[in-house]
């Protein structure tokens, strides 16, 4: 893989001096035709069977497109309206929803939880470690955990007294008109038992029909061999049961850049990089990633379900452009390693990074 990204990267070069006299490569225009031309083929090396893809600007898709199959049986194609599983980004939701309470002042950042008298296992910890991962020991400043990320969960059931996913649906899909969005698999069941009048019948059918079309996930062993696999139904949580399609994380993305969702001062704190206990910046922010690539601001988050699904979520905040990518296998991020803080590990993110920076 990361030969192939090599000789992207060649090529990439050979075109900006072929063009340079026309078309600059390396403005939003002009890396399509070499990101849509090179993410197909990091697709078929990495033997990923379907892909949809974006780039927002100015809250507004400017190109989408579908690669490969959502479900290979079928032949069905994939769309940039197939909706997959999101995965650990998911969590920005939560972080979302979280930091409202903060600008509602019903949680402050450097509060211990258990103050609150919130029931999570690690009532020490505040808002702010649990949302960028930070640890109280100082020799390990920042650690990646799904399972202390989705102490979250309850934290916002405290905040909003009513079910997470409850407050994901009215606080966000709802209100963003976010129709081809679910908040967790396990809706697909018409016999989950559900609080009385969680939800109207009506909605619980425009979710269960989502989740008849969503991408197939696969176990990838190489690229001629990916079989089928379902995971396990999931409920939303702060760490993931997400499903949603490229073009409903597209009104996300711009109700966040629009400052709908959240205020300008909050977004700055979420999008720089937090501060571990000995004062040395971590690779977070508060629900984000953070990082520098080539001289500029790169937030973003990645998803990945076990043998089934991933995706990718880059923003370069200074050019009001982001990169969406989700994927109906786990290869988007899986050998890569991101969770370690470089999202430029994943050759995926590497490509749009080095045309769009």
Known sequence: MRRLLTGVVCVMLGVSALTSAQQPIFTPFGIIPVLDAYLEALRQQAGIPGMSAAIIRDGEILWEKGYGFQNVATRERATPATPYMLGDASGTLAAILLLQCVEQRRLDLETPLGQ???DIPERTATL????????ANGTVPFVYSQDRYAQLTAVMEWCAPQPYRKSVSHRILNRLAMVDSVPGTDLRDPNLQLPEGLYQPEELERYRRVLERMAVGYRVES???????????????????????????AKLDGALDNRILLLDETLAQAWHPALSTNGTAMPTGLGW?????????????????????SSLIIKLPERNLTFVLLANSDKLVAPFNVQLGDVSRSVFAALFLRLAT
């Open 289 to 309: 990633f953070v990082q520098s690539y080539n001289g500029r601001r790169v937030v973003w988050h990645f998803g990945q379900v076990p043998n089934a699904y």
């Open 223 to 249: 690229r001629s061999k990916a079989d089928r696999f379902d995971p396990q139904p999931m409920p939303m949580t702060a760490t993931g049961g997400l499903v949603t399609t490229v073009r409903d994380l």
């Open 116 to 118: 609150y008298g919130i």
């Open 128 to 135: 702010r470690d649990l949302l960028s991962h930070r640890q």
